[in-house]
């Protein structure tokens, strides 16, 4: 199995300051993806990364994957209320093979 | 465009008592097809997935099962429901070689 760990579990920020998220694992992914997702909803996808140093922007959200493919982040900047929820990041070693990190609960207070 | 569907939104069982979610998949034909299970605000942890009518490829031993009778339907069971088997059910499907799109959820409690 291969495990991806998402650091910090929780983080609890106040509205305007930027953040970093991360997830790490042992294991080379082919692909990459980070996902957002509101209590009692599934997980809508933000993002798919797929080449090693990759950077991918939207909007106020940065997110990069590791040159060896085994890391990615993610960075918030300005962060807004909207932004409240849990971030899952999810790597793809081939077809039908999603394995998803632990994840990180981040709240943003007005 | 996509559209997917999980039914029911809630559910509470008591152990013991059979189960079955329905999940179906509109705008697209041979989808593949995922169950999943997310406990408390974690990680998804994949349990079925489908290619085809019929194919069923299981992930994660249990008292679940799953079957696709349909191109577009997939539906997960259970003869007889643990304590351990309430969650967030999530079904998802994508294109052969695409990244999951999730359903609304199930969310399951055995009592």
């Known amino acids: 199995t291969q495990l991806l760990e998402q650091s910090p579990q929780f983080l609890s920020i106040q509205e305007g300051e930027n953040l970093t998220v991360y997830c790490n694992s042992s294991?080379?992914?082919?692909?990459l993806q980070w996902y957002r997702q509101e209590p009692g909803e599934g997980p809508v996808l933000l993002v798919t990364?797929?080449?090693?140093?990759e950077v991918k922007k939207l909007k106020r959200l940065t997110f990069q994957f590791g040159d060896a493919r085994k890391d990615s982040s993610l960075h918030i900047t300005a962060a807004q209320t909207g932004d409240t929820g849990l971030y899952l990041c999810a790597g793809s070693a081939g077809a039908n093979n999603l394995f998803f990190g632990t994840g990180t609960r981040l709240t943003v207070i007005p | 465009s996509q559209t997917i569907h999980q039914w029911p939104a809630t559910l509470v069982q008591p152990v013991g008592s059979p189960l079955s979610l329905e999940c179906t998949v509109e705008g697209t034909s041979n989808p593949n097809l995922y169950w999943y299970r997310q406990a408390a605000g974690r990680g998804l942890q994949l349990l079925f997935y489908?290619?085809?009518?019929?194919?069923i490829s299981s992930e994660v031993p249990q008292n679940l099962s799953a079957s696709r009778p349909q191109d577009r339907q997939f539906i997960l069971s259970s003869k007889k429901l643990l304590l351990s088997d309430s969650g967030f059910y999530l079904c998802?499907?994508?294109?052969?070689?695409?990244?999951?799109?999730f359903g609304p959820g199930t969310r399951l409690t055995v009592t």
């Open positions: 294991s080379v992914f082919s692909s």
């Open positions: 998802a499907w994508s294109s052969p070689r695409g990244t999951p799109d």
């Open positions: 990364v797929v080449t090693g140093g």
């Open positions: 489908s290619v085809g009518i019929g194919q």
